[in-house]
């Protein structure tokens, strides 16, 4: 029992490898020639053009891409032949910017390498094709939709699994670079914090020292207080002089009154 289960699954993995393999090889197309042939064409074609003049018709293009846009629309009248324009205009700009922006990882056109095959599903044809170039590979893949029309485009560079290991290792490292930095600057700023109040406080110190030396000293209050000492001073002086002289007189105070008091300039309590 346990040997037929073990069999059992083991055919069943095997009949899901053969599946994903089959679905994974490319179908054999009835008019297969027609889009190698397509294909090679539009490849010559980028390879015609140097880099100075492929960016003067992909500048060209997408300054005037509405005209461009109804170029294409109206091209099987223009030519009175009612065939359409190879690509959208959208997927003809795709193909140059795709070939401008690797031109430097290919280098110069070799020839083809291998035409790996076409798809079809609901009307659409996939095909794609592998070119030499002097120092990278290209696969170029084209979707026709049910007119023969490329509507969209793929051209993309062939490296080794050494070079995808290098550029994904320095992609981790230049992330992780860029991480720590951010979490250093952090730190900085964080440790900064600590000397926030040493500073407020000492800002606060020279904002209040113009304050307290603003605050003028009561000068004028011994003067004011003088003058009423000296004035409590002249009345028990005249107090003293009226009960002095009706003491004299034999009088009472209230017969008299002590006007001014006048110091004589002679004393002969100076003379004795």
Known sequence: ?????????????LTAILGLTACAEPEKLANEETY??????????????????????VAELEENYDDFEQQVA??????????????????????????EANLEDLGAYVGVKEYEGGTEK???????????????DMRLSLVYD????????????????????????????????????????????????????????????????????????????????APVKNETDDLELVAVITAAVAAAMGTSSDGFVVRSIKRRSSNKWKKA
């Open 146 to 225: 049910k007119d023969d029309v490329v509507t969209t485009v793929t051209a993309d560079p062939l490296y080794s699994t050494g070079e995808i290991l290098e550029k994904a290792g320095l992609n981790t490292l230049l992330g992780m670079g860029v991480v720590f930095a951010v979490l250093i600057l952090i730190s900085l700023i964080i440790s900064c914090f600590g000397f926030i109040p040493a500073i407020e406080a000492k800002f606060s110190k020279k904002k209040e020292a113009p304050k307290k030396e603003a605050v003028p000293a009561p000068a004028a209050a011994p003067a004011a207080a």
């Open 122 to 136: 609901d009307g659409e044809v996939t095909y794609a094709v592998v070119y030499e170039f002097e120092k990278h």
């Open 74 to 99: 109206l091209f099987p009248y223009i030519g009175g032949t009612g065939q359409k324009f190879d690509f959208t205009a959208e997927a003809y700009v795709s193909l140059l910017k795709a070939y």
């Open 1 to 13: 029992m346990k040997k037929s289960m073990k069999k059992l699954i083991g055919l069943f993995f």
């Open 36 to 57: 190698q042939e397509k294909s090679d064409r539009y490849v010559e074609m980028l390879a015609s053009m140097d880099a100075e003049t492929l960016s003067a018709e």
